[in-house]
């Protein structure tokens, strides 16, 4: 896709949003919004400001680039490794999981839970951090806790520790790179976990974005989809202090089966979280004493 340099920013997000819908892209606004501003260096309030401003020489071709790339269904968050999640801007590099808004509903739901507990020096861990995106909004909201951040994955710990230090946060949080099942006993108050959950087969019926950008290892749970669950449900009741909560991230239609895993591994179920479509996606677990 050639720009001229000068065109005006609101023609080249027209012509943008046309070519995504063309392909099929669905948030084809949003897209187009935030690679236009990329390319051009600029934020969105300026881009609402300054619409009739020359996109210039340089952003041209960037922008260029940039929608070649989505046009070829790469992930905006690929294209500009870089996501913004929460308040924060996360940088994800292609061996870990796109943050998703819908991992949002993680922070939502600790937040409801612990809330009042926002000055206390809470015990917070994340397992399976992937870009750390979890464990660094949890970190902003709950400014006095410290972190453990556990990933299986060598390259998910490196972008771990990079982006809590870009956050600021490095002097809070460890990151710890294993199996969760052999950590220590401790007594968390606050354990997350966005952990792999696509059943196998269905990987390759997922959109191009997920499946050829994702890592198998952050999406796949086996045959089931149930293969993490099953590993957490091991250990979480050792994990967690007796008044911590869980909040586990799962799929479209696993509420029942997680539900009864996370019961049988000795926890209690103690609410349910929907995303922003309306889709039941957060669990969160006490301890059954
Ligand atoms: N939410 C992701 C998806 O639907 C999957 C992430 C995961 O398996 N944890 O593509």
């Known amino acids: ?40 260096q600029i934020d969105h309030s300026s881009l609402i400001r300054d619409p009739d401003e020359p996109l210039g020489d340089l952003a041209a071709v960037r922008l260029d680039r940039y929608a070649s790339r989505r046009l070829a269904r790469e992930p905006v ?26 991992s949002e509903t993680l922070i939502d739901a600790a937040l409801k839970y612990m809330g009042e507990r926002q000055d206390e020096a809470l015990r917070i861990a994340d397992l399976g951090s992937g870009s750390g995106a979890l464990v660094c909004a949890l970190l902003d909201v709950f400014q006095k806790s410290e972190g453990l951040a556990v990933d299986i ?13 870009q956050c ?18 401790a007594r968390f108050d606050l354990i997350v976990s966005n952990p792999p959950y696509i059943p196998s087969a269905d990987i390759a019926t997922l959109d191009p974005e997920v499946r050829n950008h994702d890592p198998r290892l952050a999406l796949d749970g086996g045959a089931d989809g149930l293969d993490a669950f099953r590993s957490l449900a091991e250990v979480l009741q050792r994990l967690l202090g007796p008044a911590g909560i869980a909040i586990v991230e799962f799929g479209i239609g696993q509420t029942e089966p997680v539900t009864r895993l996370f019961e049988a591994g000795g926890l209690e179920p103690s609410g349910v979280f929907c995303d922003l479509a309306g889709i039941e996606r957060a669990l969160v677990l006490k301890r059954s004493h």
């Open 1 to 40: 896709m050639e720009f001229d340099a000068g065109i005006s920013r609101r023609a080249a997000m027209e012509r943008l949003i046309h070519a995504f819908r063309k392909a099929g892209i669905d948030e084809a606004a949003y897209d187009a919004r935030l690679l236009l501003c990329a390319a051009a």
């Open 153 to 165: 994955s060598p390259h998910a710990c490196n972008l771990t520790s990079r982006n809590l230090r």
């Open 168 to 185: 600021g946060f490095q002097n809070r949080a460890r990151v710890w790179h294993g199996d969760w099942r052999n950590l220590d006993a």
């Open 77 to 102: 968050t690929r294209i500009l490794a870089s996501r913004g999640f929460w308040s924060l801007d996360i940088a994800v590099e292609p061996d870990v999981l796109d943050p998703r808004p819908d």
